[in-house]
């Protein structure tokens, strides 16, 4: 990006972080949907899912973290379809700004608000017993994915966000990632799964990333899972910001 | 005024899914004037001016605006120009200062907040400067839609139906705004499906229907289009806009001078 770009991504940037302050609801409404998976599956169900040693809370909490971020990039398609569908997207792209600033200033933001939101339940589910010795280091590698995995997800949502023709639409892409990862490592080991579902399950990014935020955690070594679980990110970030960005072309002209 | 027009189109073609929208668009708009694109819905005005606001490629033809071509050299025909589309294209969840000093920062003016309030108050939004756009009227959004569109004074401003949906005020509002612009030297190309509209206020016509422009001249040349004016003799009614702006009590009521 030349400074130019760096200038209005700025502008645009503190625009739509503003959007966020004044709806603060979008962040809890975020953080909501796993919270609730977490009490449910902790209180509710927990008792009757042997994980291994360790507390089940702390089984439990990688795979809500993903699903924290799939709920959160739902929010990020909708202020995108708001902006496109409202005009300013248009006005936008006829004033001398480098065009994808207006991308990008989204997807920061889209960074941001699912940060904050995965800071939410992290807290809840300090409270509720969730305990880790992990070191900056580990903590850090856990940001690092889980930074990479939003990246990925966000410039997925804006495909929807920049075609959808309805608000539906636009929410519903969000689903089905909401719920990849009960067929994954997330609630229960994938070992008491039948054949087919199994192989599905150890084979779909979510297990590799939550089986890799669990080992950092737990301070073990992250092994294979690591790189597949890295791969899948950058993989997906790469396919995703490819199609956003054609979208993106044939819509501005 | 200058002799080079502000806006050239010659044979513009654009189709949709083998639909032709446009079949061959030739306009010429003088610097400094108003120039109205008539239309009903449909013939093609928002594709002009996609097409001229670089937000849209044209299938053939060439369009400059203000001496640069639209295909070749977009980010310098965005610097000339500024957009004022059907839909407010404003932030309803900043406020109407706030939206104007967003586009001034984007636009990299020095005193964003000094412009934003010489905006205000030209528009006669001053008070409501602090309250969310989402709570305007829909003659506050055109308002502030417009005054958002002047910053930085871009030599070409294009309106597209810039007073449908409003009350008969704004709309007298908006005209004399779009006047004072084109006293200033700026190029205002509008489209409008109100003939009225296009009476009151262009210095040249240009009529499109289904994708062809079939008329294109003065007021003055249109009417020639015509047989001669009869004379006849009748009781001058007044039109249900003068009475709705009599009892409403605006000081400002349209009168025939525009015309002459």
Sequence with gaps: MTTHGAHATDVLLRRSLRHIRRSPDTIITTAITPIVMLLLFVYVFGGAIHVGGGSYVSYLLPGILLVTVASGIAYTAFRLFTDVSGGIFERFSSMPITRSAFLWSHVVTSLVANLVSLVLVVVVALAMGFRSGAGVLAWLGVLGIMVLFTLALTWLAVIPGLTATSVDGVSGFSYPLIFLPFVSSTFVPTQGMPGPVRWFAEHQPVTSIVDTVRHLFAQQPVGNDGWVAVAWCVGVLLVAYVLAMRTYRSKVA | ?260
Aim: aromatic residues 4%.
């Design chain 2, 1 to 260: 005024m200058t002799t080079t027009p502000a806006i050239l189109t010659t044979a513009l073609t654009r189709s949709y899914d083998d639909q032709p929208v446009l079949r061959g668009i030739d306009l010429s708009v003088p610097s400094g004037t108003i120039f109205a694109l008539l239309g009903s819905n449909g013939a093609g005005k928002t594709t002009v001016i996609r097409i001229l606001s670089t937000l849209l490629k044209a299938d053939g033809g060439t369009a400059v605006v203000n001496g640069y071509d639209v295909a070749t050299h977009p980010a310098r025909v965005r610097e000339s120009i500024s957009l004022t589309g059907q839909f407010a294209a404003i932030d309803e969840i900043l406020t109407g200062r706030e939206n104007l000093v967003l586009i001034a920062q984007l636009r990299r003016l020095e005193q964003p907040g000094r412009i934003a309030d010489d905006l205000l108050a030209r528009f006669a939004l001053t008070d409501a400067g602090r309250r969310r756009a989402a709570t305007y009227s829909g003659g506050m959004r055109r308002r502030l839609d417009i005054a958002m569109s002047l910053i930085g004074n871009p030599p070409v401003l294009f309106l597209d139906e810039p007073t449908s949906g409003l009350d008969p005020q704004s709309r007298i509002e908006v005209w004399k705004t779009v006047r004072e612009l084109a006293g200033q030297g700026t190029t205002v190309l509008l489209t409008t499906q109100y003939l009225d509209e296009a009476e009151h206020l262009a210095d040249r016509i240009a009529v499109l229907h289904e994708g062809r422009i079939i008329a294109d001249g003065t007021l003055a040349e249109l009417r020639q289009l015509f047989p001669p004016a009869t004379v006849e003799y009748v009781e001058k009614q007044p039109t249900l806009e003068d009475i709705f702006l009599a009892i409403v009590g605006h000081d400002d009521a349209p009168t025939n001078d525009a015309l002459t």
